[in-house]
């Protein structure tokens, strides 16, 4: 086996672009296609890596119906429990399909969740009917996301034409 | 077509670039992925250009002195004396200029006499011959061997050297081989030089992509610094290419002498790009960092895909062009670049734009997206399939 920094730069390479063959990391950081294959399934069993996914950019699909749906920050305030903390809270939240980030928070409030519906009302209904009424919720604040300009260090535009000139000495 | 205005005598014989005629073909066509390019595919920095919008914005839009910003200069004397264990002074020993090209340019004027002969090692960098022969000296082309790596040996050098020899040009990691000197290598040129009283006009403007072994600068080997024109700039280390910036370090006299061309013939740099520069020197080293392990990555997929598709390729120690051999094919290296361009739109950079002798390769530049290379490999691997039906 070669050095675990390899190894971490598998993930580097493949959390940048999952299209990237086993046989070509191995060109890139000369290793042997069989090292990478195997690296690349101890991570899958071990969990590291979780799945493999597309970036799309949602801003980029106007449907009439608004079927591309939106997203709101939603800070919870809580009332943490003996033993277990927020864990509770968390678990039951993060167990919504609505919720598609949920974070243990420092400063004014506890837990941040980002919650997607496919309507600013099936938003609001998830919030006051099922996220607000589980236990030991105090108090909730909602914040709609207007418009994204970059997420997870992609920018949400058209990629631009490069603009250098196709042969230069 | 005889125009009224007569050009001059050494222009006119100036070698025409060749391969004018390709690059206009390049760029009337569409789709293209391009390997023809000589920098980084990256935009600059975005900490970098900040601070040139913020220069705009406080009114730096004036001159600077002929040799550049103070401090500027002072940055620079900290990094080299950081970096490669150089000591220039900031006040007599560096000028700021328009990239290396200026500062070849400043030097080959400061140090020629009409007659004067330099020597430089082939494959060269276009400009390289043609500004020694501008300011009336005659370049004398020394061929580099692809067995021997493509390193310009001291045999050679000694070889070469005659009453009239005034200098050698070196640039390494060497643009377009990719060659670059260990110390040990260096040492032997070095050995050469003292003897046959040369000056090094060294480009290093490589430096920070030397992939295998710790860059030596030529100015900190034992008696160098005081033959030595050391040139570095910001655009290929820092992604500045067209901001040209760079600057030239030397013994005072030298560097004095090329002052007082570059004060009637330019002036000074862009204060902008000086500011920005100054900002890359002091933040801009982990995106550096970042850049260069993302080109070891594509220099070690792209080395190993031409091999494996029948185009023999060295590999290179550092800069981000590969220079296979194109000799299997049968083809000229412009008849390559042609038909490659024409049946599969990958653009290269035929081997004869760095010399007459550089026939058997091309330059290709691995500065490009993963994505790209990975189907600019794809397509010239289905021509040089296409190309074996054939002829078998």
């Known amino acids: ?169 | 077509m005889q125009g009224v205005m007569k050009i001059s005598k050494i222009v006119e014989n100036m070698p025409p670039s060749g391969i004018r005629v390709f690059f206009d073909l390049v760029v009337g066509m569409k789709d293209v992925i391009s390997l023809g390019v000589g920098e980084p595919d990256f935009v600059t920095p975005w900490h970098v250009r900040e601070s040139a919008i913020y220069a705009i914005e406080k009114g730096y839009t004036s001159y600077t002195s002929n040799k550049g910003l103070p401090e500027f200069r002072q940055a620079i004397s900290k990094y080299l004396k950081h970096k490669h264990g150089l000591d220039y002074d900031p006040e007599e020993e560096i000028l700021i200029t328009v990239g290396v090209s200026e500062g070849y340019d400043l030097a080959l004027r400061a140090l020629l006499n009409r007659g004067d002969e330099v020597l430089v090692p082939e494959p060269q960098y276009v400009a390289y011959g043609p500004i020694v022969e501008l300011v009336g000296g005659k370049a004398v082309y020394i061929k580099t061997e692809l067995s021997e790596g493509f390193k310009i040996t001291p045999r050679e050098i000694e070889k070469n050297c005659g009453k009239r020899t005034r200098g050698l040009v070196l640039n390494y990691p060497n643009n377009p081989t990719g060659k670059s000197y260990t110390r040990k290598e260096l040492l032997e040129i070095a050995r050469v030089a003292r003897k046959h009283d040369l000056v090094i006009i060294s480009d290093e403007i490589y430096c920070d992509l030397t992939y295998d072994f710790e860059h030596t600068s030529f100015p900190s080997l034992p008696g160098m610094r005081e033959r030595t024109i050391y040139l570095n700039g910001f655009s290929k280390s820092f992604a500045m290419t067209g901001w040209r910036v760079g600057y030239a370090c030397g013994p005072k006299e030298i560097i004095a002498a090329m002052n007082k061309v570059h004060q009637y013939t330019m002036l000074c740099a862009s204060i902008i790009s000086q500011m920005a520069a100054m900002e890359a020197l002091k933040n801009g080293e982990q995106p550096v960092n970042e850049m260069k392990r993302e080109y070891k990555r594509r220099r070690e997929f792209v080395i190993a895909r031409l091999n494996e598709i029948g185009l023999a390729c060295h590999k290179p120690e550092g800069a981000f062009y590969a220079f296979p051999s194109i000799k299997s094919t049968g083809l000229s290296s412009m008849e390559f670049a042609q038909k490659l361009l024409k049946e599969e739109k990958v653009a290269v950079v035929p081997g004869t734009a760095f010399g007459k002798t550089c026939e058997d390769h091309v330059r290709m530049c691995y500065a490009s997206s993963f994505e790209n290379l990975r189907e600019a490999m794809k397509r010239i691997e289905r021509f040089l399939k296409r190309r074996k039906q054939k002829n078998d």
Do not use: W
């Open chain 1, 1 to 169: 086996m070669k050095e675990p920094k390899d190894m971490r730069e598998i993930l580097e390479i493949l959390e940048n672009d999952a299209t990237v063959t086993a046989d070509e990391i191995a060109k890139m950081l000369n290793m042997t296609p069989k090292a990478v294959k195997s690296a690349i399934k101890k991570y899958e069993k071990d969990g590291v890596i979780l799945k493999y996914k597309t970036v799309i950019n949602k801003e980029l699909l106007h449907t009439e119906d608004g079927a591309e749906g939106v997203r709101a920050l939603i800070e919870v305030k809580v009332a943490p429990e003996r033993n277990v903390g927020f864990e509770h809270v968390a678990e039951r939240l993060y167990h919504f399909p609505e919720v598609k980030s949920c974070y243990l928070m420092s400063g004014t409030y506890d837990i941040l969740v980002i919650v997607e519906g496919k309507s600013l009302r099936n938003v609001a209904g998830f919030v006051s009917e099922k996220l607000s009424t589980v236990d030991h919720i105090r108090g909730t604040a909602t914040h709609f996301i207007l418009k994204k300009y970059k997420e997870d260090g992609d920018i949400l535009r058209q990629p631009e034409r490069s603009k250098r000139p196709a042969i230069t000495l």
